[in-house]
């Protein structure tokens, strides 16, 4: 499960922990969680959203931030339990990241 930044790579400066993606070993009969970490190394506000092509087998949590300077945010996945007889998913996730505008910043505060 590999993880596609959607971020301007010019306005927002994204890590994404693990670099190598998630991996949700077999058997997949029970629910299996990992952690995600997003920080934001840039200077400016960022928000993020993630996506998924099967909503219906993950729980993310959360979704969706926002994310100061230097600011981290751990994020909960976790893949529901799944027939073990169904083939290995080949799911994917989508990371969408794009700087807040100054009347975004002043709304929120």
Do not use: C, W
Not at 87 to 100: C, M, T, Y
């Amino acid at each position: 499960f590999f993880f596609r930044e959607m971020a301007e790579q010019l306005e927002v400066q994204l890590s994404i922990l693990p670099k190598e993606g998630l991996y949700f070993p077999p058997p997949l009969d029970k629910s299996i969680e990992n952690t995600l970490e997003l920080k934001n190394d840039g200077n400016k506000v960022i928000t993020y959203k993630i996506k998924t092509t099967a909503p219906t087998h993950y729980h993310v949590k959360p979704r969706m931030g926002i994310l100061i300077a230097g600011q981290h945010s751990k994020v909960k996945i976790t893949l529901r339990a799944q027939d073990p007889k169904a083939p290995i998913p080949q799911h994917k996730f989508q990371i969408e990241a794009r700087p807040l505008t100054q009347d975004e910043v002043n709304e929120m505060t």
